[in-house]
């Protein structure tokens, strides 16, 4: 059956709405119903991987470095993802990727996962998870689009200038009036210092994203995911191992069980995560699964407030919201 509401008629731009994000749900019954049904499905527990990833790191922020986390979870999605690509035969395009390709691969690599996840693992130990994870999932897509419409010359519409103004907005909700009362200046120095790193992590993940675009035109998803990842897990391993010795891996320091929760993190991040995203731009199509993915910024506040008990403004709340609602329109083709 249509999938065009009456308001369509009269509002092209809700036509498109419409098509985009409700036809999965009206569609007659079928295999492609049934399909994207699944694929709803995968994104939104794609999104939920991502929140419990962040809940999981902020938990373990206080007992481990923050590069010590990243390297762990770089590892353990570094395993995952490669033994997926040669199980599953792509190991031959694996190993003879064009050295052009494997040269943006390999900035993405480190700009997006090395230095900004690290960046955004150390942003934890200053704000509220709920806060870190929605100001760099929102920055993420705003800073993309806007440097690919302004680099690359990518079309734009007026709703995505709606978008990134809902999503500067929300940030500055959660930025400025969602701290919690400061009880000291070194309180409010570190909120600040949070608030950069997570920023910063975005800024990163932009830069990385934009090398992926260049180099990985026409290349499988996971082979890029299998190139990038173990290329960030090594550079972060040089860095660590270049340290002091006493510095290095200090596993009797930061106990077993959280070492193995920052793998199983990074099993959850770059393995069943990144998989779950793939999947579903395969059987939505990357508007949809960007649209719905986008919600992972509310799926972090009840895990904030119930397990890390948590405590966040209303305005920070709100930020969230609107954020989420301006990435949205963000990605609106």
């Known amino acids: 059956m249509p999938c065009h509401c009456v308001l369509s008629r009269f509002v092209p731009e809700a036509w498109k709405w419409a098509d985009l994000i409700l036809c ?49 979870q770089l590892w353990s999605g570094s395993i995952i993802l490669v033994a997926i690509v040669f199980l599953s035969g792509r190991g031959n395009d694996y190993i003879h990727t064009p ?33 870190a994870f929605a100001i760099a999932m929102c920055a993420f897509p705003m800073l993309t689009t806007v440097v690919a419409v302004l680099f690359l010359a990518e079309p734009f519409a007026w709703i995505n200038v709606v978008g990134a103004i809902l999503v500067m907005i929300g940030l500055y909700l959660m930025v400025v009036l ?5 009880a000291s200046a070194v309180a ?27 180099g990985a035109v026409e290349m499988d998803a996971f082979i890029t995911a299998a190139i990038r990842v173990p290329v960030a897990a090594i550079a972060l391993t040089g860095l660590k191992f270049s340290q002091k010795r006493r510095e290095v891996l200090q596993f009797g320091k930061y106990g077993l069980s959280n070492v193995g929760l920052a ?27 960007v649209l719905i993915t986008a919600v992972a910024p509310i799926f ?22 609107l954020s989420v609602l301006g990435v949205i329109l963000v990605s609106v083709d």
């Open 300 to 321: 972090v506040l009840p895990f904030s407030i119930f397990l890390l008990k948590e405590k966040p403004t209303i305005w920070a709340i709100v930020g969230v919201v």
């Open 263 to 289: 793998a199983a993190a990074g099993i959850l991040q770059y393995g069943v995560a990144a998989i779950g995203y793939v999947m579903a731009i395969q059987m939505l199509g990357a508007g949809r699964a």
């Open 178 to 182: 969602g701290r919690r009362r400061i």
């Open 24 to 72: 999965p749900f009206f569609l007659d019954d079928g295999p492609k119903a049934k399909e994207n049904m699944v694929g709803i499905a995968i994104a939104l527990f794609t999104a939920l991987g991502w929140a419990v990833n962040s809940v999981i790191v902020k938990y373990i922020t206080g007992k481990m470095d923050s590069l010590s986390i990243n390297m762990l």
């Open 99 to 131: 050295v052009q390709s494997l040269i943006y691969m390999v900035i993405a690599g480190l700009l997006g996962m090395a230095v900004g996840n690290t960046f955004y693992v150390k942003s934890l130990s200053f704000i509220d998870v709920s806060r």
């Open 188 to 214: 409010g120095s570190n909120s600040l210092k949070g608030v950069a790193l997570a920023f910063l992590a975005a800024v990163m993940w932009t830069m990385g994203t934009i090398a992926l675009r260049l």
